[in-house]
Protein backbone atom coordinates (compact mmCIF):
# COMPACT_ATOMS: atom_id res chain seq x y z
CA UNK A 1 0.00 0.00 0.00
CA UNK A 2 1.24 3.94 -0.79
CA UNK A 3 -0.01 6.73 1.35
CA UNK A 4 0.74 10.14 -0.80
CA UNK A 5 -0.24 13.39 0.65
CA UNK A 6 -0.05 16.54 -1.36
CA UNK A 7 0.85 20.07 0.15
CA UNK A 8 1.11 23.54 -1.27
CA UNK A 9 -2.18 24.60 -2.67
CA UNK A 10 -3.35 27.89 -1.92
CA UNK A 11 -4.87 31.30 -3.45
CA UNK A 12 -2.91 33.00 -5.82
CA UNK A 13 -3.03 35.90 -8.80
CA UNK A 14 -2.89 35.09 -12.01
CA UNK A 15 0.71 35.42 -13.12
CA UNK A 16 2.08 34.27 -9.79
CA UNK A 17 3.71 31.09 -8.78
CA UNK A 18 2.60 27.83 -6.78
CA UNK A 19 4.88 24.78 -6.03
CA UNK A 20 2.89 21.50 -5.15
CA UNK A 21 4.47 18.72 -3.25
CA UNK A 22 3.66 14.95 -2.80
CA UNK A 23 4.82 13.12 -0.04
CA UNK A 24 5.09 9.73 -0.65
CA UNK A 25 5.02 6.79 2.00
CA UNK A 26 4.79 2.94 2.35
CA UNK A 27 5.48 0.18 -0.63
CA UNK A 28 7.02 3.02 -2.84
CA UNK A 29 9.56 0.61 -4.14
CA UNK A 30 7.15 -0.83 -6.55
CA UNK A 31 6.43 2.80 -8.23
CA UNK A 32 7.22 3.98 -11.73
CA UNK A 33 5.07 6.60 -12.74
CA UNK A 34 4.17 9.37 -10.61
CA UNK A 35 2.22 12.11 -11.60
CA UNK A 36 -0.26 15.07 -11.21
CA UNK A 37 -4.02 15.45 -12.37
CA UNK A 38 -6.23 17.98 -11.57
CA UNK A 39 -10.12 17.94 -11.67
CA UNK A 40 -11.72 21.65 -11.91
CA UNK A 41 -15.53 22.14 -10.56
CA UNK A 42 -17.65 20.71 -12.73
CA UNK A 43 -15.31 18.97 -15.03
CA UNK A 44 -13.63 15.51 -15.31
CA UNK A 45 -10.14 14.72 -13.87
CA UNK A 46 -7.43 15.39 -16.13
CA UNK A 47 -3.56 15.14 -16.48
CA UNK A 48 -1.59 17.35 -15.68
CA UNK A 49 2.03 16.05 -16.14
CA UNK A 50 3.89 12.74 -15.68
CA UNK A 51 7.16 11.40 -14.77
CA UNK A 52 8.65 8.06 -14.75
CA UNK A 53 11.15 6.60 -12.39
CA UNK A 54 13.87 7.63 -15.00
CA UNK A 55 12.97 11.17 -15.15
CA UNK A 56 10.73 10.79 -18.33
CA UNK A 57 8.06 13.42 -18.18
CA UNK A 58 5.10 14.31 -20.14
CA UNK A 59 2.69 17.18 -20.02
CA UNK A 60 -0.61 18.28 -20.89
CA UNK A 61 -0.31 21.02 -23.80
CA UNK A 62 -2.30 23.47 -21.65
CA UNK A 63 0.89 23.66 -19.29
CA UNK A 64 3.57 23.16 -21.31
CA UNK A 65 6.19 25.69 -21.06
CA UNK A 66 4.72 26.66 -17.59
CA UNK A 67 5.00 24.03 -14.82
CA UNK A 68 7.81 21.48 -14.41
CA UNK A 69 7.23 18.07 -12.88
CA UNK A 70 10.11 16.74 -10.82
CA UNK A 71 11.00 14.05 -8.25
CA UNK A 72 13.37 13.10 -5.39
CA UNK A 73 13.52 9.24 -5.28
CA UNK A 74 15.75 9.58 -2.31
CA UNK A 75 13.22 11.97 -0.52
CA UNK A 76 10.04 9.83 -1.30
CA UNK A 77 8.67 13.23 -2.83
CA UNK A 78 7.43 14.41 -6.10
CA UNK A 79 6.93 18.30 -7.03
CA UNK A 80 5.11 20.63 -9.47
CA UNK A 81 6.67 23.89 -9.78
CA UNK A 82 3.59 26.05 -11.17
CA UNK A 83 4.56 29.24 -12.83
CA UNK A 84 2.58 32.25 -14.69
CA UNK A 85 -0.85 30.76 -13.08
CA UNK A 86 -3.85 31.45 -15.09
CA UNK A 87 -7.56 31.17 -13.48
CA UNK A 88 -8.02 27.95 -15.92
CA UNK A 89 -5.75 26.41 -13.53
CA UNK A 90 -7.60 26.72 -10.64
CA UNK A 91 -8.25 22.91 -9.74
CA UNK A 92 -8.44 20.27 -7.16
CA UNK A 93 -4.67 18.86 -7.56
CA UNK A 94 -4.14 15.26 -7.00
CA UNK A 95 -1.18 13.59 -6.74
CA UNK A 96 -0.92 10.15 -8.42
CA UNK A 97 1.18 7.17 -8.30
CA UNK A 98 1.63 3.67 -10.26
CA UNK A 99 3.00 0.94 -10.71
CA UNK A 100 0.96 -2.60 -10.28
CA UNK A 101 -1.88 -0.94 -8.63
CA UNK A 102 -2.33 2.74 -9.11
CA UNK A 103 -2.84 5.49 -5.70
CA UNK A 104 -3.99 9.05 -5.56
CA UNK A 105 -3.90 12.01 -2.65
CA UNK A 106 -6.49 13.40 -1.03
CA UNK A 107 -6.18 16.93 -3.44
CA UNK A 108 -5.10 20.34 -2.67
CA UNK A 109 -6.73 23.09 -3.92
CA UNK A 110 -5.55 25.72 -6.40
CA UNK A 111 -6.86 29.05 -6.91
CA UNK A 112 -6.09 31.52 -8.90
CA UNK A 113 -7.70 35.01 -9.17
CA UNK A 114 -7.72 37.13 -12.32
Known amino acids: QVQLVE ?4 LVQAGGSLRLSCAASGSIFSLNVMGWYRQALGKQRELVALISSSRNTNYAD ?4 RFTI ?8 M ?3 MNSLKPEDSAV ?3 YAGGTKGFWGQGTQVTVSS
Open 93 to 95: YYC
Open 70 to 77: SRDNAKNM
Open 7 to 10: SGGG
Open 79 to 81: YLQ
Open 62 to 65: SVNG
